[in-house]
């Protein structure tokens, strides 16, 4: 009896001393949780700060002159022979629906004065945008939004894609122009949409990875799992659309210009196609997946592309610098990827 006494006392001491272990692992969690949480709104704060911050100041620097003029209209009294009130809310429409043309006018002219500069720039802001879209494709708030990698997407658009494809489209203009044949167009898309692309590809993916400081052999791995991929998403749409670039319908100051824009609508279209196949039928598991996932490291139209195969269950490539997907086994080809814990179906 005392043998039993001392083991259910003995028990009760273990049980009690598991039960604190216990509340201290939850009451840890619940710190922890909460400190995440704290950790989100912060970056969710940041974020909105940072994005209204460069929001108002892009527009304002756009729009300052025809507000001033606008503000002007009404501030001042110009007597009610001059500018009664009907005609200065005219005045004011007209300058609003103007402001297309000029701002156009405005870059015109300022691109000659130094090409590469301000083609860099336009790049740089419509990749910095087709990344922020991508991101929002995939499911990202503001408190999950990336923004050091929109800021690594315009970097490589700066960098890379403004110069180059300034002095591209000027060779192409010099040696597969022709005289201005009507057929030159024809030789320009096929000249882009093979060797230019894949070299553009790959020079995005080196300048995406060098700034996020990955392994080059990990970037040349995605390099050459993402050049067919990415050929078949660019022909879906740019040969239509470089059918106006490469002709002399676009001025050649404008003509990059006109690119950048036509990717971030390509970039709107994939975003609306892959939306439409819904993520309604996923698992809580695989939206969670899809949220935290890694970018591809390619430009943001393939980056959409490759996202929406995952979501189809059609992934044929995934990142090997992520350690977070897993290959289905070769013994088994029927197993299906996974993320983080979350399933993906192969294709059949």
């Known amino acids: 009896r005392a043998e039993n006494a001392q083991l259910l006392a003995k028990n009760k ?7 604190d272990a216990l509340a201290d692992i939850l009451k840890g969690d619940a710190v922890a949780k909460i400190a995440r949480q704290a950790l989100l709104n912060n970056i969710r704060t940041i974020n909105l700060v940072l994005i209204t911050t460069f929001g108002l100041g892009i527009a304002y620097s756009l729009l300052e002159t025809d507000l001033r003029a606008i503000f002007a209209l009404y501030y001042f009294d110009l007597g009610p022979d001059v500018y009664p009130g009907f005609a200065r809310t005219g005045v004011a429409i007209d300058l609003l629906l103007r402001l297309p ?3 156009l006018h405005q870059y015109e002219d300022l691109v000659p004065t130094n090409p590469v500069f301000y083609k860099a720039c336009t790049s ?4 910095t945008f087709g990344d922020f879209i991508s991101q929002i494709y995939q499911g990202r708030d503001l408190k999950s939004l990336d923004l050091p990698r929109s800021a690594r997407s315009g970097a490589a658009g700066f960098i890379g ?10 060779t192409m203009e010099r040696y597969l122009d022709y005289g201005g044949a ?4 024809g030789i320009k898309v096929l000249a882009d949409q093979t060797v230019w692309s894949l070299y553009l590809n790959a020079m995005y993916s080196f300048l995406i990875g060098t700034l996020a400081f990955r392994n080059p052999k990990e970037v040349w791995k995605d390099v050459k799992a993402t050049s067919w991929p990415a050929l078949r998403v660019s022909w879906r749409f740019w040969p239509f659309v470089h059918c106006i670039s490469f002709s002399h319908a676009v001025p050649i100051d ?4 006109w690119v950048d824009v036509m990717e971030i609508v390509w970039v709107t279209i994939l975003s609306q196609v892959a939306n439409q196949d819904g993520k309604e039928d996923m698992t809580e598991e695989q939206v969670a997946a899809l949220e935290s996932m890694p970018a591809f490291g390619v430009d943001p139209a393939l980056d959409i592309e490759l996202t929406s ?20 086994s070769s013994a088994d080809p029927t197993e299906a990827w996974t993320f983080e814990g979350a399933t993906f179906p192969t294709s059949d």
């Open 13 to 19: 001491e273990l049980q009690g001393a598991a039960d």
């Open 101 to 103: 043309g000029t701002l």
């Open 124 to 127: 740089g802001v419509a990749y």
């Open 161 to 170: 894609h403004g110069p180059l494809c300034h002095y591209w489209m000027l």
């Open 182 to 185: 009507w057929w030159a167009t």
């Open 254 to 257: 404008l003509k990059l210009l």
């Open 309 to 328: 195969q995952v979501l189809r269950g059609e992934l044929i490539f995934a990142s090997a610098s992520s350690g977070l997907w897993t290959e289905p």
